[in-house]
């Protein structure tokens, strides 16, 4: 496997994935993940991130409730809940630039509002802005709810359903890791979209209050792939003047991370190097 080592830890009951520098580095990259996935869909990418640029420090967490990471509170999450626990545990010592995947993009967008003043850039890769009948859809299908333990195990086959409708050709391996990261969530897995729906708005208010560099993608298979141009004109409409839009292949689905680790990897890399550090 490529790229340098990883090193896995807890601070608190946050896991989180690091590589790059441990000392002295001139950035942090912090990495939100999707509903009901875990750091594990980027370790690939920060395994190359890191090799092009060793001297930032790549961070991917587990949200409260999801992979490693425990909730440390009861009830239905919040976006805003979520984003201040991982800011602490992450201890972003450095400008930090946000990279957001789909319910992580949503993570990142609080943290650039609320510490404007340490955030250097931000990535959205599949940003939820939703129309108010995606809100109801969220809030109300049966996709996007738990799935009851079934004696028999038929909720496994279920939620593999689930899994692989959402691109073709996915690997066994992934689906299987994406199928053991939903049970695991429990019921975060449903108050996970929930959250979603309900930071709706302010994200909507979040992209127009953003004015540090910002990076709009997503891949031509992604189910978010029609909001990428919307997201980009929120940003603009705030009076962001440096905003770009820079679309993965076509055939990149929500699970991109996994699938086309080089074509992400060189998206963020060629971002932080040329709109974060200057570099030439």
């Not at 000392?23 to 190359?48: G, M």
């Not at 640029?53 to 999801?66: E, I, K, M, S």
């Not at 250097?120 to 049966?142: K, N, T, W």
């Not at 679309?247 to 990149?252: G, S, T, Y």
């Amino acid at each position: 496997r490529r790229g340098m080592a990883l090193r896995r830890r807890f601070v608190g009951s946050t896991f989180m994935v690091e590589a790059g520098a441990v000392e002295n580095a001139r950035l942090t990259v912090l990495f939100f993940h999707q509903t009901a996935s875990s750091s594990d869909q980027f370790e690939k990418v920060i395994r190359i991130c890191s090799v092009a640029l060793p001297h930032v420090r790549w961070v991917a967490l587990d949200t409260p409730g999801f992979g490693q990471s425990c909730p440390e509170f009861s009830g239905q999450p919040s976006i805003d809940a979520w984003a201040r626990q991982l800011w602490s545990a992450a201890d972003v010592t450095t400008a930090a630039v946000l990279v957001g995947h789909h319910t992580g993009a949503l993570t990142a967008a609080r943290l650039a509002v609320i510490f404007k003043n340490k955030v250097a850039g931000i990535v959205l890769h599949g940003p939820p802005l939703l129309r108010p009948e995606q809100v109801d859809l969220i809030r109300s299908a049966e996709a996007f709810q738990d799935i009851p333990l079934a004696p028999d195990g038929s909720h496994l086959g279920t939620m593999w359903t689930r899994i692989s409708g959402k691109a073709e050709h996915l690997p066994l391996d992934l689906i299987q890791r994406e199928v053991e990261l939903s049970f695991r969530a429990g019921t975060h897995y449903g108050r996970g979209f929930r959250a979603v729906a309900n930071g709706s708005e302010r994200f909507r208010l979040d992209l127009q209050e953003i004015q540090t560099p910002a990076l709009v993608t997503a891949g031509g298979q992604d189910s978010l792939r029609s909001t990428v141009e919307p997201a980009a004109e929120e940003l603009a409409s705030g009076g962001n003047a440096f905003c770009r839009v820079a679309l993965l292949p076509e055939d990149a689905s929500a699970f991109a991370n996994d699938t086309h680790p080089d074509d992400v990897a060189h998206l963020i890399q060629e971002f932080i190097q040329f709109h974060v550090l200057e570099e030439p």
